[in-house]
């Protein structure tokens, strides 16, 4: 088993920052890749970032250079570092663990931009 934990949501102005965590936990062995996804109510969940073990990150294309997605296999965590936030990257941000063995979720963290 494969636990996550986000942390780092808030409610920010537009065009500030944040800086979003994931600490991975439990059997975190072999080749393995991780997300970050977000979702707003009614609509689907859309990819934000993912990044193959040791690979380079793809993004959204609704990013457009503003966040960045980084590792630390050291401490196992993952950083979504988000910069220029508009109010349309408001919702909820999941961060994603996949490997052979199996695909896991963390419970999210919630992002909120206003006008």
């Known amino acids: 088993q494969v636990h996550l934990a986000e942390s780092g949501g808030g409610l920010v102005q537009a065009g500030g920052s944040l800086n979003l965590s994931c600490i991975v936990s439990?059997?975190?062995?072999?080749?393995?890749?991780m997300g970050w996804y977000r979702e707003v109510p009614g609509k689907g969940r859309e990819k934000v970032a993912i990044m193959h073990v040791n690979g380079a990150p793809t993004y959204g294309e609704f990013v457009k250079g503003r966040f960045t997605f980084s590792r630390d296999y050291v401490k196992n965590t993952a950083y979504l570092q988000m910069t220029s936030l508009k109010p349309e990257d408001t919702a909820t941000y999941y961060c994603n663990y996949f490997s052979p063995h199996g695909d896991y979720w963390g419970q999210g963290t919630q992002v909120t931009v206003s006008a």
């Open positions: 439990g059997d975190t062995f072999g080749i393995n890749g």
